[in-house]
């Protein structure tokens, strides 16, 4: 199907707002955490801008690569190459040059670590996850969440030029969170993946596997989010925090295990995304709270 011509919002939809705006959000958290005082300014505005656009032009190299299997699913037939809106062409220069346009900024408005990092999560996202994990194996979003899961690190980089034990402590958080967040949307689109041949988890091992999975990836997640208090980078507000929406995610984990209701899995989803954001601004407020 030859693409008309595509429009601003096409080319919007092609850079998935909502997970650029987590990963945006999460970055900049890493950046505050980084440090005691306020984020100097031209880390905060060229790490932003930088890491956005990163983000970004993973997301559109995502829909030129699974272009055809978009077309096959109902929750994807609708972006913009499948429906013709933006050709594959007209993609992957908006991609490349979102990309060197992130690689630039970062480069010389922040520093070569922080664009070294962003090219590599770039690439593990872009490419050897939607390349290969992802068509290889079950376990493709636990392996594959490491790009996911580097963005704090990145922002927190992009203030201290350095990698930090902490920062690192914000990437297994994600890390940690990713498999329950996408095996309960994959519980949900399980016949979508299967029509693909995609092997998500419920697809090669069943539902009940994964929701088991599902189950103890939150228990290990309430245990990770308790390690920002124990090693002294945060404070009791934020503990207090993080166990209440631990419980929560387990309520809704336990839930998917013991019963068989249909809403649950998408339920799931979308609280876990709401989990994650609040569970990092509980960490920002945390931080400068005055008892520190």
Not at 64 to 73: K, P
Not at 199 to 208: K, R, S
Not at 244 to 266: I, S, V
Request: charged fraction near 10%.
């Amino acid at each position: 199907m030859s693409a008309t011509e595509p429009k601003l919002r096409d080319y919007f939809e092609l850079c998935k707002p909502k997970v650029v705006g987590l990963i945006v959000f999460t970055a900049i958290v890493g950046m505050f955490l980084a440090t005691p005082g306020l984020v100097p300014w031209q880390a905060f505005v060229f790490g932003t801008i930088g890491i956005g656009l990163a983000a970004s032009s993973a997301a559109a190299i995502n829909h030129v690569l699974d272009r055809r299997i978009d077309a096959e699913m109902k929750r994807t037939m609708n972006r913009p190459i499948p429906t013709g809106h933006v050709s594959e062409s007209q993609a992957l220069v908006f991609a490349f040059g979102l990309g060197l346009a992130s690689m630039l900024i970062l480069a010389v408005g922040v520093n070569p670590l922080t664009a070294v990092l962003t090219f590599f999560s770039l690439i593990g996202y872009a490419v050897v996850y939607t390349v290969y994990l992802k068509r290889a194996t079950p376990q493709n979003i636990v392996i594959g969440g490491a790009a996911g899961a580097a963005p704090p690190v990145l922002g927190w980089t992009a203030v201290t030029n350095s990698i930090d034990p902490h920062a690192l402590l914000l990437f297994l958080i994600i890390f940690t969170w990713t498999p329950p967040h996408f095996w309960a949307l994959a519980i949900a689109r399980r016949d979508d993946y299967a029509r693909v041949g995609i092997p998500m988890l419920p697809v090669t091992h069943g539902v009940e596997f994964t929701r088991l999975h599902i189950l103890l990836y939150t228990i290990l997640l309430v245990i990770v989010t308790v390690l920002p208090f124990i090693t002294g980078m945060s404070g009791v507000v934020y503990l207090a925090g993080a166990l209440l929406l631990g419980a929560m995610f387990l309520y809704y984990a336990a839930a998917m295990k013991l019963t068989d209701r249909p809403d649950l899995p998408m339920k799931t989803f979308g609280f876990s995304v709401t989990y994650l954001m609040a569970l990092f601004a509980l960490l920002l407020v945390d931080h400068y709270l005055p008892y520190r």
